[in-house]
């Protein structure tokens, strides 16, 4: 959706393709829009995570909590498997786990909406109840502006009808000299002491990627702040921006108008160029709008991401009623669009997570919410195996397609780790170049999930430690290299560094939530996370397989592996 000079097509990730001079940001096969399955292909459906019972699902839209439930919105295209025909889809829970479909809550029906009901979030206004915003397309050259839709009846706790004042909308707009066909994705507001509420709006600026700042008096009319809160050169377009609050103190989540000494703020945006989600940890000074992330984030593409791996348009949302911070992302997949169509259904949810600020107050961490421990069945342990070079164990006695499993791994020493050399800066190039079969001194170990008996398919979630100049590099990948013996899909090394000190304990810790096609890892307790889609051909269902294993010189041993059977997640 982005206007180009040249019309060009680029493949980055994802395909993106050019439109009557404005970049789209999905790939569109309108021969292929409105083509529904005659029945659903449940071979690689998940279990736990969230998923619709067919068709195409991208962006979590407008999490909330109200009157007891969990509110979950995602564009969503009713009519097929692939992107295109978008409203917004709407489930709720009582706890985050189990979903009830209910009808769309919003899809194009006004002039300013006709072409889109866009991505968006909820904010609910102490007395009066919820609000979405959302970004509506009004023509064919996809120009955004950003809409307001309220509870038809607010006393309702399952929100199931929700209209958009035509006296009201659109509530903003491009103003002249902005570029109206990328500015999206409006977020949750926040009230400032000054009795305003304010909210971001996504945006690019040439390549600079902005957020643009908004206040309002009374959430109806809305007026653009002089200067951006945040922005940054060579970026691109900023989609899905996220701004809110961390506290300094404990895991507890704050709700998005808190300030204070005691806090921090979090700007995340998701860049349409990479496909990937970056963000700061900075400070707001709200006389000012202005954001200034620390000195220890880095503004870009090189900066901190919640996943390293297929996890985009994330929304988090606040919690009130077990004072959390959670966040969604969109997983989308691996497949082809063919093999998309043909089974009925694409894209799926990562599982909900808990994020809070680490306690060096350099990055966040997140981890499952606990209430999805509430489906682990069967339980099996190991504890005290050694790894030398070259072997593998199994782990036997549950179902290895729908699992989740908690490991610590420990080494006696660090002489062995290889010289760090600094062109390995690049964490996926690195891990593609060494994977599991290249021996190193210590490590790669970890687990290989989703795993054929012969091992002629798995997908590996390992680490691998190198040695820098005054310090060492804990590289953590999952690699799809091996997933599958289908050719045809995208199979990507993802990885990330661990940002932990190896001087006071020679220990390493893993979860991975594997879900028949998705292999979901939080590494060293939610520091580094790595969401992986797969297609195993062989390793399905009760053919596939769970292993430890060890190809690096020095001995490994796992302290301690518990794994569970996950019980399937209630849908409808």
């Known amino acids: 959706m982005m206007t180009l000079t040249n019309c060009l097509i680029v493949f980055i990730l994802v395909s993106v393709i050019c439109n009557n001079g404005v970049e789209a940001f999905h790939r569109i096969y309108p021969d292929l829009q409105s083509v529904s399955a005659h029945s659903v292909n449940k071979l690689h459906r998940t279990g736990f995570h969230f998923q619709p019972n067919r068709n ?8 909330m909590y109200y009157k007891g439930i969990y509110h979950l919105f995602y564009q969503y295209n009713p009519k097929g ?32 909406d006709r072409y889109g009901c866009w991505s ?20 064919k050259r996809s120009n955004e502006v ?4 309220v509870p038809a009846n607010a006393s309702d706790p399952l929100l199931t009808k929700w209209v958009k004042p035509d006296r009201l909308n659109p509530i903003v707009t491009a103003d002249h000299g902005m570029n109206g066909s990328v500015f999206r994705d409006p977020t949750t507001a926040w009230l400032g002491k000054d009795g305003q509420w304010r909210i971001l709006v996504g945006g ?6 902005v957020a643009y700042l908004y206040r309002s008096r009374n959430f109806l009319k809305w007026i653009r702040a002089k200067h951006p809160i945040h922005s940054a050169k060579r970026t691109g377009m900023w989609e899905c921006p996220d701004f809110y609050p961390v506290s300094l103190e404990g895991k507890n989540g704050l709700d998005s108008s808190m300030m204070g000494n005691s806090v921090k703020h979090v700007l995340k945006n998701s860049l349409d160029i990479t496909r990937y989600e970056y963000y700061t940890i900075g400070t707001y000074i709200q006389n000012q709008d202005k954001y200034i992330p620390d000195k220890t984030s880095e503004d870009g593409w090189g900066g901190l991401r919640y996943d390293y791996g297929n996890f985009y348009a994330s929304k988090s949302f606040f919690d009130p009623s077990k004072n959390r911070r959670i966040i969604w992302g969109w997983a989308n997949e691996s497949d082809t669009k063919e093999d998309d169509v043909k089974k009925g259904w694409a894209g ?7 994020v809070w600020l680490d306690s060096s107050g350099r990055q966040l961490r997140q981890w499952p919410v606990e209430e999805l421990n509430r489906l682990r069945g069967k339980e099996v342990e190991m504890n005290k195996q050694k790894l030398k070079k070259g072997s593998y164990v199994e782990v036997k006695g549950i179902t290895a397609a729908q699992a989740d499993l908690e490991v610590t791994f420990s080494f006696s020493s660090l002489d062995k780790a290889e010289a760090f050399d600094p062109k390995w800066e690049n964490a996926e190039d690195l891990c593609a170049e060494k994977g599991t079969k290249v021996r190193g001194g210590v490590g790669p170990f970890g687990l290989l999930t989703l795993a054929s008996k012969k091992l002629e398919e798995y997908t590996p979630v390992f680490f691998r430690i190198f040695k820098a100049s005054n310090k060492h590099k804990i590289l953590m990948c999952s690699d799809a290299k091996s997933s599958s013996l289908n050719r045809e899909l995208y199979k990507p090394s993802f990885a990330g560094f661990v940002n932990v000190d190896l001087g006071n304990t020679k220990k390493l810790s893993l979860r991975s939530l594997i879900d028949h096609s998705v292999v979901e890892s939080f590494g060293v307790g939610g520091k580094t996370n790595i969401l992986s889609r797969v297609y195993p ?3 399905v269902k009760e053919k596939a397989h769970l292993f430890v294993f060890n190809n690096g010189t020095e001995q490994i041993t796992v302290e301690n592996l518990k794994a569970w059977s996950m019980k399937t997640a209630r849908r409808n």
């Open 204 to 209: 690019k600026r040439e390549d600079t990627g």
């Open 348 to 354: 799926i949810q990562a599982i909900p997570r808990t």
């Open 81 to 112: 498997a692939v992107w295109g025909n978008i409203v917004w889809g709407h489930s709720v829970s009582k706890d985050l786990i189990n979903w009830k479909e209910l009808q769309p809550a919003l899809y194009p029906s006004k002039p300013f």
């Open 537 to 539: 051909t062989l390793a």
């Open 146 to 149: 950003q809409c307001i839709a």
């Open 120 to 139: 968006g979030s909820a904010t609910i206004l102490p007395g009066k109840g919820p609000v979405i915003l959302y970004t509506g397309v009004v023509d």
């Open 56 to 63: 195409w699902i991208n962006d979590p839209n407008g999490p």
